[in-house]
């Protein structure tokens, strides 16, 4: 069935330290594949968006690009800052308009 | 344009109680979809409506029902409140084939 597998943490790194959260899914058909951030007390953000294989999402920083061959959409910064610090969300939404969402991965980033 | 509300913002209810909730989407947005938000569950997916049909639906029991209006605005009931049905319960619109835009959520506390 479909279903999105995402690093869980919490992962804790030193301001400007490079980060990549791995996420990989599993879905019949070419899937929309999509990064959140929630920032503490507030909603979810979208953060950057691949709709197809090789595209790469970019935003602040931050890159994810499409990966058909390994079911991949990992989310990489090259240099983090204290105010990244957040839960960061792989969402995948099917050809057939379902979504689903990793569980989530807490980053802190200390000074 | 508007992001997407939701009230109330925070709600203390006790158990055995119900409660309404409301998220007003995105202008021009037809899909608003509903997830609660508990730190040992994670973000689960309640249901999602389109055009005032419920087009999909998560693994809840029927205590959790909602309905969405014509004007796309949405409704939320929880009936005979349990304490495990405290959480942050999370709206989002959408407007196919684009990305969900969340809601700041409702605080919902049962004593």
């Known amino acids: 069935g479909n279903s999105v597998t995402q690093m869980e943490g919490p992962v804790t790194l030193s301001e400007e330290a490079f980060l990549t959260i791995n996420c990989t899914y599993t879905a019949t058909g070419y899937p929309s594949l999509f990064w959140y951030v929630q920032y503490p007390g507030e909603g979810l953000q979208l953060l950057l968006k691949?709709?197809?294989?090789?595209d790469k999402g970019s935003n602040k920083g931050f890159e994810a690009t499409y990966r058909k061959e390994t079911t991949s959409f990992h989310l990489e910064k090259g240099s983090v800052q204290v105010s990244d610090s957040a839960v960061y969300f792989c969402e995948m939404k099917t050809s057939y308009d379902k979504v689903i969402f990793g569980p989530g991965t807490s980053l802190s980033v200390i000074p | 344009k508007a992001g997407v509300t939701q009230t109330p913002r925070y709600l203390i209810k006790t158990r055995g109680q119900q409660v309404t909730l409301s998220c007003s989407p995105i202008s021009g947005h037809r899909s608003v979809s509903w997830y609660q938000q508990t730190p040992g569950q994670g973000l689960q997916f309640l249901f999602e409506y389109f055009s005032e049909t419920q087009r999909n639906k998560g693994n809840f029991p029927g205590r959790f029902s909602g309905r969405q209006f014509s004007n796309s605005r949405s409704e939320m009931n929880v009936s005979t409140l349990e304490l495990g049905d405290s959480a942050l319960y999370l709206c989002?619109?959408?407007?196919?084939?684009?990305?969900?835009?969340f809601g700041p959520g409702t605080r919902l506390t049962v004593l």
């Open positions: 691949a709709t197809k294989a090789d």
């Open positions: 989002a619109s959408s407007s196919y084939p684009g990305p969900q835009f």
